[in-house]
């Protein structure tokens, strides 16, 4: 007579039976495992539930707000608004992706495009430069280099529309670049009023605001690589030059490659060198995607909130873009994070 165990029973291959417990599956393991998790690491999920919830009230709704406004036409004239006791209510409408197709099929959106891409390059490549060839001669032992060190990292202390305006007071037609000029015989230069100097003084504005960072950051490698190697190198006859390019730059590779990308998307979104040192002038020739935006929705009118936020999602997509190519490049180069 067969008792009823309540476990499975299967049949072996002799003929036999053979009794196994109930099978659990992945649906009923995964829950489990997930509360061991929270009451194993519960503080550490504790710790880091104030930062995730901040980042999402400061970043997320903003950007979730952004995306859903560029879908629309608001502006000035149908957003919501107070006027005395009286609140009118939103009247815009969601449009879909016109926006898009009316910023990526004119002149402005491009225009800009160009212009953002060669100061992105022009001034994150003199940066870099800068900043290593400085961070190469304070890495050696010379005189004074704890002063060197703090003049050179002083602009970074400054707060940077300060430094702005007093760059702006540098530039003036009547200022101290002209009065050298002019002392010397030579006539002054419309700095801040012709289009290509005006470009010219900000990308020497904002190199100056950015050598600090690079100098910090590449003295910081350039201190971590051991002198042995650069004694073996020169005791096989290499030259500076060799050991530059075969040691120094291949050792620094990891942290510069990230200073790099930071540099850039710093860079990219520069909005106070430009808006405080000729306001995008003269005749819009210095204005870069970011600074248009601004104007968009707080200069020009009506106000245009929807086609400001279609210029930010832009500017967010291209430089998400970027950063995943240039991590693409680094990790076929072996240089992983």
């Not at 707000?65 to 608001?74: D, E, F, K, Q």
């Not at 898009?100 to 891409?117: H, K, P």
């Not at 620094?252 to 930071?262: E, F, K, M, Q």
């Not at 909005?271 to 306001?279: E, M």
């Amino acid at each position: 007579m067969a008792v009823d165990t309540g476990q499975p029973v299967t049949e072996a291959a002799g003929g036999g039976t053979t009794a196994r417990g109930p099978r659990r599956g992945h649906d009923e393991r995964t829950p489990g495992r997930m509360r061991r998790a929270l009451s194993k690491h519960w503080y550490a999920w504790t710790m880091i539930a104030p930062v995730v919830i901040v980042i999402g009230v400061i970043i997320g709704y903003p950007l979730a707000r952004g995306v859903y406004l560029s879908m629309t036409n608001a502006d000035e004239r149908n957003v919501e608004r107070t006027i005395g006791a009286r609140t009118l209510e939103a009247t815009y409408e969601f449009v879909g992706f016109d926006n898009y197709v009316e910023v990526l099929t004119g002149d402005a959106f491009w225009g800009r495009m160009g212009w953002t891409i060669l100061w992105t390059v022009s001034c994150v490549t003199l940066t870099f430069a800068i900043g290593l060839a400085l961070a190469n001669m304070l890495n050696r032992k010379v005189r004074a280099r704890a002063l060197y060190r703090v003049l050179l990292i002083l602009p970074w202390g400054v707060p940077a529309f300060v430094s702005i305006f007093a760059w702006r007071l540098l530039f003036n037609d009547d200022g101290v670049f002209n009065g050298v000029l002019t002392g010397g015989g030579v006539e002054g230069v419309t700095w801040l009023e012709d289009p290509t100097w005006a470009k010219i003084a900000v990308i020497a504005v904002n190199v100056w605001l950015g050598v600090p960072f690079m100098l910090v950051a590449t003295l910081g490698a350039l201190q971590s690589i051991p002198g042995e190697l650069y004694e073996a190198a020169e005791m096989d006859g290499a030259g500076p030059w060799q050991r530059f390019t075969n040691i120094t730059l291949p050792s620094i590779r990891t942290v510069s490659s990230t200073v790099i990308l930071l540099s850039t998307i710093w860079t990219f979104n520069m909005f106070p060198v430009i808006f405080l040192l000729t306001q995008g002038g003269p005749y819009g020739s210095s204005e870069i995607l970011v600074t248009e935006a601004f104007n968009l929705a707080f200069v020009r009118s009506p106000r245009d909130f929807a086609g400001s936020a279609t210029w930010g999602v832009l500017i967010l997509l291209i430089l998400m873009i970027f950063a995943v190519f240039y991590r693409r490049s680094l990790r076929k180069q072996g240089e992983v994070w």
